[in-house]
């Protein structure tokens, strides 16, 4: 697989526009954090490149194909979306979905769902049923459902978000090393996390792509301070490097 496209993508609401002509490129491997200010387009971009919703223009293409025109069962196979917000239709047991996500990509016999729970620590939950989740135990189980299959490309829309400090460190280093062998793609509340874990940030601002670049770059750069209205304080040592922002 060559990677992901993004082509000119446009996504208008009462003649607004939410992502604007935005236009990537992504290799094959690589861990890649989308940041920007609220309302930026972050999650309009990333649904339409896993395409669970239509662009009003443009197009994304895996290996030179149009996402849209593959099949239900391969666009499963290679892309994993993990969204903000996810209720299913029945009040499933952790069990139950953790199967689910393995047949929608066919992977049912490749890894046992014992394998995941214990993978992704959820175990103790095995049983329990999504209603009586708590935010954070929701969001480790979608992962996990998205995760396990391994899919080429994983799109994820700030899965950290309600988790607690130990898990969202956790989580952001396992999608930044997903990304030696993968392409995982996530939108980032948590700036500190998106420098310190992944080798490229895109900032995105008013539906535009106003930077692109590797992180060790982009970290001192004042058009952050500037795009989200605040100055930040930067500490870098020899592994780590990280902002705080001090109005």
Not at 210 to 239: I, K, N, Q
């Amino acid at each position: 697989m060559n990677g992901l496209t993004v082509s000119k993508l446009t996504l208008v609401r009462n003649g607004a526009a939410l992502v604007d002509g935005v236009s990537l490129e992504f290799s094959a491997t690589g861990s890649v954090a989308i940041i920007g200010p609220n309302g930026a387009g972050k999650s309009s971009l990333l649904k339409m490149m896993a395409a669970v919703l239509a662009p009003t223009a443009g197009s994304v293409a895996i290996a030179g194909g149009d996402i849209r025109q593959l099949s239900g069962a391969e666009r499963a196979r290679l892309v994993g979306y993990v969204p903000q917000q996810f209720e299913p239709h029945w009040d499933f047991s952790v069990t139950e979905l953790i199967q689910l996500g393995l047949s929608r990509a066919g992977q049912a016999a490749a890894i046992s769902v014992d394998d995941v729970l214990v993978q992704f620590e959820l175990t103790s939950l095995r049983e329990r049923r999504w209603a009586s989740l708590s935010g954070g135990e929701r969001g480790r189980v979608l992962m996990a459902m998205v995760q396990s299959t391994k899919p080429k490309i994983l799109l994820a829309d700030e899965p950290g978000a309600s988790l607690d400090i130990q898990h969202r460190l956790q989580l952001s280093r396992a999608l930044a090393d997903y990304g030696r062998d993968h392409l995982a793609i996530v939108v980032m509340h948590d700036l500190d996390l998106a420098f310190r874990f992944f080798e490229r940030v895109i900032v995105m601002d008013r539906g535009k792509i106003v930077a692109d670049s590797p992180a060790a770059e982009l970290f001192r750069e004042p058009l952050l301070d500037a795009t989200f209205g605040v100055r930040f304080e930067r500490l870098r040592s020899a592994s780590v490097q990280s902002l705080y922002p001090l109005d």
